[in-house]
């Protein structure tokens, strides 16, 4: 991969993952009683210009030009393969904004929204060595390239065979936050072991020595 350096992200395209920018601004501009539990949303006004505050900024830390935001749209495929997909997590429902700034991310900033996968799954998809992938999601540290961590306002990069690793980790540790199980007995610190063990031919990780040693 290139070098990065100011001149050339400023002519990268920013992949934008739209979504935790929509409950974050959502949540954000929204406030529940502790007693009645009844919700109260911020005025439109002041909701889209919270969104388009958040966004400008974002264009402004990272000093690119250009950018696409996805959103994620309906039948996401996961749920075909476990129906029981992020079913662990505790549900605040969505933000009483949530279409209106869905709908402003598209109409001012010519969002996409895609089907059948999510808003991250497309930035993984589209990013290349002219791109920069911007999210708060750990999962798209599996992806060689440039990173921008909004929400840490930190950025990263990440080799092919530091992508790899977290790819193979994930594989055999499984992914509480998203309810998938890996496989049994493994945790951090084997699955750090096996996938160190692959690195003393000095080329990219094999899984066959993996599965061999699990």
Known sequence: ??????KTISHSKLLIDGDPIVYRIGFACQTTDKETG???AD???HTLHSCKQFVNQL???TGVSKYKIYLTGKGNYRHKIRDDYKANRKSKGKPVHYDLIRDYLVERYSA????????????GLAQTDSTIIS???KDLLMVEGLHYNYGKQ???TVTADE???FFYKQMLTGDRVDNITGIRGIGEKKAAKLLDATKRDKRRFNYRHVHARV
């Open 1 to 6: 991969m290139r070098t990065m350096t100011l």
């Open 38 to 40: 009844l919700v109260e």
């Open 43 to 45: 005025p439109v006004s």
């Open 59 to 61: 264009l402004k830390d």
């Open 112 to 123: 996409q929204v895609v089907e059948g996968m999510e808003a991250d799954d497309a930035l």
């Open 135 to 137: 999210t708060i999601d």
């Open 154 to 156: 930190e950025w990263t």
């Open 163 to 165: 992508g790899t690793y």
